[in-house]
T-cell receptor, first 111, second 116 residues
Framework: GQNIDQPTEMTATEGAIVQINCTYQ??????LFWYQQHAGEAPTFLSY????GLEEKGRFSSFLSRSKGYSYLLLKELQMKDSASYLC????????????FGAGTRLAVHP | ETGVTQTPRHLVMGMTNKKSLKCEQH?????MYWYKQSAKKPLELMFV???????ENNSVPSRFSPECPNSSHLFLHLHTLQPEDSALYLC???????????????FGDGTRLSIL
């Protein structure tokens, strides 16, 4: 089967660092995506990992360990505008490519 | 602005009504998708179109009927919906569907659908 888990909610302070974890169980894994979704808006692409290790993109970094079925999104120097839902999704490849999403982690950044 | 436009943004309809959701992408992509997003649940893939052909129908009830007249437009026709169909319906597009796994999908802002 295909299963993906991430925390439902997290809170953090402006200027701090927060790590959002995501675990998945699947065969046919073919890459992991992180999306950001502000309330009432479209999910927007943040990062993609297919090999183990850390991908850094400005204040956001994403890590993948395929052997552990584990990824995290690291947000540094948090800003109020980072308050949003963060969606973890893996690409399932079982003859075709299909994105399987987690339920999302709602992050609240406080002053 | 994501390059994917959905209309209407909000829709309230009775169970016996017929309505359609529209999606248009301005990115030159070849694949388009419909997703359902219910509160506190993961996005659920409903339909995939690649080069105007339906390539995935994810066990969606027949009261949802997609249409893809060209690679830039995607519709979701709705009829005799149920209260549990109330959700945010998101459209997305990507350059291609099956060949390359690392292409991100670009989402529209969605249509918030409420069934009375």
């Amino acid at each position: 089967g295909q299963n993906i888990d991430q925390p439902t909610e997290m809170t953090a302070t402006e200027g701090a660092i927060v790590q959002i974890n995501c675990t998945y169980q699947t065969s046919g894994f073919n890459g992991l995506f992180w999306y950001q979704q502000h309330a009432g808006e479209a999910p927007t692409f943040l990062s993609y990992n297919v090999l183990d290790g850390l991908e850094e993109k400005g204040r956001f970094s994403s890590f993948l360990s395929r052997s552990k079925g584990y990824s995290y999104l690291l947000l540094k120097e948090l800003q109020m505008k980072d308050s949003a839902s963060y969606l973890c999704a893996f690409m399932f490849s079982g003859g075709y490519n299909k994105l399987i999403f987690g339920a999302g982690t709602r992050l609240a950044v406080h002053p | 602005e994501t390059g994917v436009t959905q209309t209407p943004r909000h829709l309230v309809m009775g169970m016996t009504n017929k309505k359609s959701l529209k999606c248009e992408q301005h990115l030159g992509h070849n694949a388009m998708y419909w997703y359902k997003q219910s509160a506190k649940k993961p996005l659920e893939l409903m339909f995939v179109y690649s080069l105007e052909e339906r390539v995935e129908n994810n066990s969606v009830p027949s009261r949802f009927s997609p249409e893809c007249p060209n690679s830039s437009h995607l519709f979701l026709h709705l009829h005799t919906l149920q209260p549990e169909d109330s959700a945010l319906y998101l459209c997305a597009s990507s350059q291609d569907w099956a060949d390359i796994s690392n292409q991100p999908q670009h989402f529209g802002d969605g249509t918030r659908l409420s069934i009375l």
